[in-house]
């Protein structure tokens, strides 16, 4: 899900190019902010979402994620992520507006709950602009999982 339809057309051109059609997974590809996730997923389906947050480098640099609109998209996210799923962001910490973006993601993870969540951090320490990866899983036990708890 982007909300630039280059970056949605890119990315299933290059997953066809890249996977024989046996191997394909059953994708959908959204065009919209990622903030709508739930209203475009079933809840606890998921098993693998990716964020890649910042810009669309052949894109319009002016339309970045934003802080606000990544914690709502997370929200969404832990909802539809399946038991055991995972979701892994990749933050650009280098341009305008991306450490405000990831100061309010690593906010976001050290506020989840222990008992339904594991979030993990990392970074290349020689490198203090290059893109931080954080990675959420949901535990197994479905009952303590709920990313309002």
């Not at 914690?71 to 990749?90: F, K, N, Q």
């Not at 222990?114 to 290059?130: D, K, L, M, Q, V």
Request: with cysteine; net charge neutral; aromatic share 4%.
């Amino acid at each position: 899900m982007d909300i630039q339809e280059p970056a949605v057309a890119g990315t299933k051109a290059r997953l066809e190019e890249a996977l024989p059609g046996h191997l394909r997974p059953q994708l959908t590809a959204l065009q919209g902010c990622h903030a709508a996730l739930l209203e475009a997923m079933d809840p606890n389906v998921a098993k693998l979402i990716c964020f890649n947050l910042g810009y669309l480098p052949s894109g319009d640099k002016s339309i970045i994620t934003t802080g606000a609109t990544t914690t709502a998209a997370l929200t969404a996210a832990m909802r539809v992520l399946a038991p055991g799923g995972l979701i892994s962001i990749l933050a650009y910490i280098g341009h305008p507006g991306g450490l405000e973006e990831y100061e309010a993601v690593q906010q976001f993870l050290t506020g989840l709950p222990a008992a339904g969540w594991t979030a993990s951090e990392h970074r290349i320490r020689n490198r203090p602009t290059a893109p931080v990866l954080l990675l959420i899983q949901k535990h197994l036990d479905k009952r303590r999982s709920n990313p309002s708890s």
